[in-house]
Nanobody, 125 residues
Framework: QVQLVESGGGLVQAGDSLRLSCAAS????????MGWFRQAPGKAREFVST????????YYADSVKDRFTISKDNAKNTVYLQMNSLKPEDTAVYYC??????????????????WGQGTQVTVSS
């Protein structure tokens, strides 16, 4: 069983940066795949980034590659999403997710079994 709580969202202007945090409870954080997803109004939830339990491997959606960075601190049971050069199209509710099976890099919502409540990111032009 895992509980996830996101924080760090807010209202910013295009070109600004935000750092999202996801605090996790549970004993398997260091060996569990973590991911970030987002959902904009009227659109389906989409993959943003994922990281392996040990933090050594990452993967990004093309839309955020070179702008966003996922990282984690296993000592703090926290995963981060550093978002730079934000664009209005990044506006969405951002969700942290944790896998429940084999560790790896997963891009599909159904591959994650635990979800946070989401944090709103709004980017104005």
């Amino acid at each position: 069983q895992v509980q996830l709580v996101e924080s760090g969202g807010g209202l910013v202007q295009a070109g600004d940066s935000l750092r999202l945090s996801c605090a996790a409870s549970g004993r398997t954080f260091s060996s569990t795949a973590m991911g970030w997803f987002r959902q904009a109004p009227g659109k389906a939830r989409e993959f943003v980034s994922t990281i392996t339990g040990n933090g050594r491997s990452t993967y990004y959606a093309d839309s955020v590659k070179d702008r966003f960075t996922i990282s984690k601190d296993n000592a703090k049971n926290t995963v981060y999403l550093q978002m730079n050069s934000l664009k209005p199209e990044d506006t969405a509710v951002y969700y942290c997710a944790a896998g429940a099976g084999l560790d790896g890099l997963y891009t599909r919502s159904y591959e994650y079994h635990y979800w946070g409540q989401g944090t709103q990111v709004t980017v104005s032009s």
